[in-house]
């Protein structure tokens, strides 16, 4: 027997599935019946109370009980985009789709391995939030603003272009400025919860900055394939060349403690909760944490804005130009939504986990890597995706892996070649540990369609060595 006989026996992927692999072992070791093994392994999905005190069994038997106090008998629906995806970020949405209280999924085509959510992961649940399917960086979103600096300056005049990201942005874990900016969401109610009420302080000195991992701030090439005159279109902005600025990062370190405590107090609710499913553990809207904790979502969704604002607001400003265009968009965030799930209008709560907002006529913006082309997109609301797509490229090897393979000597000179300016960045971020781009546009056409491409030219990530926030 192997694990797809165990899924087809009922046996639910992660701990469970672990120990029944295990029970398999043993049973065998011990010279039993193998033919009778199937009925053996069915007897115990069936009853497992009958077996826990097995001493064969128990293990086995114990597990499934404690699956069975949350999972359902039939998931949730979810639909796939993209080939090749990582079988346990697959298993993750799977399992989130047992909780009694999902209602529909999606796993978008960038998505590889998170906590409780795989990245890519889109959820819809019945009147409760999950903090972890938020994420720990609550928020983070992507910004770009067309600048009127000429196409002709941004290699003349690359110095000038430096000298602004350097002194405008700051980078890495507990970055922050000491002459602290201004934005109207510092007099936003902060005491809708006590994290956010004591991380006030620290939020505003953070104010403007952008973290580690795979935030960046970069100057780039914009080239816009449709006339933009129309109210879809991109606004103002006819076909054409332009320089632009481009930026991701999000709430910070306050956005941090919120998703940290909360997590904390889900967990603490639901005991229950098997090994597999416990960062998947919810606080229902109905509850005095369940409201705080969305208040103070929607605190940091704000004040992941105000980041962006500053940054984008003071390198114009730094460099004398005007602003021609902006778009943004966010994930890592929860949105209440109504939508036909199984022919039936709904209200559900919408996870979206390194996945975007891409309803019909909806603009965002999915980057690619350092050195490979992002996309201006419009959303298509495609069936299925609960109005999502993909937020990136999605990584395709994890950090620890990409700093034992590459060395910066081979990667400078895939930079060069691509004519990027490489101010500062970890080897955990370079662009072959990145998903092809283009794959990943390719899957989703029924969810967005491209309406400019962004080159990036000038890129700023926190330095080596950086703990990753993302």
């Known amino acids: 027997m192997n694990q797809k006989d165990l899924i087809r026996l009922g046996v639910p992927p992660g701990e469970a599935m672990r120990r029944g692999m295990d029970f398999i072992s043993r049973y065998i070791l011990k010279g039993l019946d193998k033919a009778a093994l199937a009925a053996e392994v069915e007897a115990v999905v069936k009853a497992p109370a009958n077996f826990a005190d097995d001493d064969l069994r128990g293990e086995f038997a114990k597990v499934l009980l404690r699956s069975n106090r949350v999972i359902r008998e039939a998931p949730a629906p979810w639909k796939q985009w993209g080939e090749g995806l990582e ?13 009694p209280i999902s209602v529909a999924g999606a796993l978008m085509p960038d998505a590889h391995v998170g906590y409780g ?24 979103r992507m910004k770009l603003t067309v600048l009127d600096w000429p196409m002709r300056d941004i290699d003349r005049k690359r110095d000038r272009l430096i000298k602004a990201i350097e002194d405008e942005t700051r980078f890495g874990v507990g970055a922050h400025f000491k002459d602290r900016r201004q934005h109207d969401v510092m007099d936003a109610d902060w005491t809708v919860s006590q994290i956010t009420r004591g991380n006030k302080d620290r939020a505003w000195a953070q104010l403007g900055t952008s973290g580690s991992g795979n935030h960046f701030v970069e100057f780039g090439t914009l080239t816009v394939k449709e006339d933009g005159a129309g109210p879809s279109g991109m606004p103002g902005l006819p076909p054409g060349e332009y320089v632009a600025l481009l930026s991701h990062s999000g709430s910070r370190g306050t956005g941090a403690a919120v998703c940290d405590h909360y997590s904390r107090l889900a967990m603490a609710q639901h005991p229950e909760l098997a090994k597999e499913h416990k960062h998947l553990a919810w ?6 944490e369940g409201r705080e904790y969305w208040a103070a979502m929607e605190l940091m969704g704000r004040y992941a804005a105000a980041n962006h604002a500053m940054i984008h607001r003071h390198i114009a400003a730094h460099l004398g130009v005007e602003v021609l265009a902006d778009i943004e968009n966010h994930h890592n965030f929860a949105w209440k939504e109504r939508h036909a799930i199984g022919g039936v209008e709904r209200d559900v709560v919408v996870h979206r986990k390194g996945a975007t907002p891409a309803h019909a006529g909806v603009l965002g913006i999915i980057p690619g890597s350092m050195a490979t082309p992002g996309f201006v997109v419009r959303g298509k609301g495609g069936d299925g ?16 892996k990409a700093n034992e393979t590459f060395e910066w000597s081979k990667v400078n000179r895939v930079l060069k070649d691509r004519n990027v ?10 662009p072959m540990a990145y998903k ?27 330095p080596s060595g950086e703990r990753p926030e993302d």
Do not use: W
């Open 87 to 99: 079988p346990e970020a697959i298993n993750q949405l799977s399992r989130a789709c047992q909780l």
């Open 117 to 140: 959510l795989p990245i890519g992961g889109v959820l819809a649940t019945d009147n409760v939030v999950i903090p972890y399917a938020v994420g720990v960086d609550i928020a983070c």
């Open 283 to 288: 606080l229902t809207l109905d509850s005095e």
């Open 385 to 400: 995706s609960l109005g999502s797509a993909s937020h990136g490229a999605g990584r395709v090897m994890s950090r620890t």
């Open 421 to 430: 300016h490489l101010l500062s960045a970890g080897l955990d971020e370079v």
């Open 436 to 462: 092809d781009i283009h794959a990943v546009m390719a899957a989703q056409t029924d969810l967005v369609e491209v309406l400019a491409e962004f080159m990036p030219r000038i890129v700023k990530m926190a």
